[in-house]
């Protein structure tokens, strides 16, 4: 059972991104986050701020993934409606969490007090609890196995510091990069053959990313080895860079 | 029909995303470009690069809406099977396209030659056309409505240029920003009022997204109306900015 393997899925809620006026960052901060609890980012969707589309993306992803997660659209305004998306998607009603609104009330104590708009950001689907939110006064909120975030990133990150530690996950994927200045054409048929070599089902699993770049008026690659198993990773990256020096070229450890 | 709107769905395809590896940015790129052509991109998912996830988001995206991209997955290397999964999702075989295998052998003439690995960047599903690559060899393709684009940001801006003017489109999606330094829960009231006082159907719609931030020690929000008819877009504008002002805040034209 240590050697299953953990997934999650991501519903990024938000027409900002759609539109191209904001460039997300919560995919690469979550896909991070995951990787150190032992769990493996396997799909993101990214859904306007529409309730059938965050209905639809939602059921699909919480079921078949361990865990899924939601970014944005939890504020005080007419455009964050992702509780009551997943409340519907849950089939639950929504109800005004008891401890979220006394979170609310200290945090406008001196700001105004808490008002019908901002009342709004305690409100969860029945049965839910809450993840703490250090930066601002609305708190994050799980579910089962659904995990409510804020869409601003660096409130995210707080939410993610506050479960860290908290998910149950599996080994975590180790990787090894190796940089070389060649067209990734011209050792494709190495990258196959290694790969092939070292291949293995589930945990045992090893694979290589292929990442081209043009850089200083060259072109070159890295080569992304990835495994949970730090032998079977050691084993394919150093075979790798056995079969790549052998042409003559020269391999850098940790990418270029 | 000139008043219908135009979607297109998005697939981005590549393990290095989903671990946190690589920042996308075709996303917002896609999302810019598209808007001009007046398509509005209206799902995006990304996946692994494994076929079954690849097949499965290709036929959701392209059924659904008028067009389908994906970035990603085309170069000679192992990991790149966006060609075949595509392929597989339409069910057709995969073929060597006569022009893209001309392109690279004249790209790959003074560079070592046309290998086995090269010529996988000449295979494409039976029956697709070729987008112009002016940047490296390998070409983009274009099948019914599927749109197979390069993963590489800069590569798959010249694929875009190539494609740009030659898809119907309706009108562009037109947007003005305002921007306040003001919390938004203080004045959501008056976003719903606006928005509720100017919403309208289909190619007929206004929206107003609001994005708060925390700048210089202070909170404030921009708050974007969006429409596709410039009349509808300024009135409803031009009413928020008026409703704000009578509170006594500061409106700034064009976002904070």
Chains 1, 2 share one sequence.
Not at 149 to 169: C, F, R
Request: hydrophobic share 45%.
């Amino acid at each position: 059972m240590n050697d299953r393997i953990w997934t999650a899925g991501l519903v990024v809620i938000g027409d900002e991104i759609l539109s191209g006026r904001t460039q997300d960052r919560n995919v690469a901060q979550l896909a991070s986050w995951l990787n150190v609890q032992g769990i493996r980012l396997a799909e993101v969707r990214v859904v306007s701020d529409r309730t059938d589309a965050i209905v639809e993306a939602v059921n699909a992803l919480r079921t078949r993934n361990d865990y899924c997660f939601t970014t944005g659209g939890i504020g005080p305004t007419h455009d964050d409606i992702t509780v009551d998306a997943v409340a519907a998607a849950l089939g639950v009603p929504v109800v005004v969490h008891p401890e979220a609104r006394a979170m609310l009330e200290r945090h406008y104590e001196t700001r105004g007090g808490l008002t019908e708009a901002r009342l709004r950001m305690a409100r969860v689907p029945e049965g839910a609890g809450l993840i703490p939110n250090r930066m601002s006064g609305a708190p994050g909120i799980r579910i089962d196995n659904l995990f409510i975030l804020a869409g601003v990133p660096h409130i995210t990150a707080g939410m993610l510091d506050a479960l860290t530690g908290s998910l149950e996950g599996g080994r975590p994927v180790l990787a090894r990069t190796l940089g070389c200045w060649v067209p990734e054409s011209e050792i494709a048929d190495i990258l196959r053959a290694v790969e092939r070599d070292h291949s293995g089902e589930g945990a045992d699993a090893v694979s290589i990313g292929s990442y081209p770049f043009f850089r200083e008026g060259k072109v070159g690659a890295n080569f992304v080895v990835r495994a949970t198993d730090q032998a079977r990773l050691d084993a394919c990256a150093d075979d790798l860079a056995a079969r790549v020096a052998a042409t003559g070229r020269t391999i850098v450890e940790g990418g270029i």
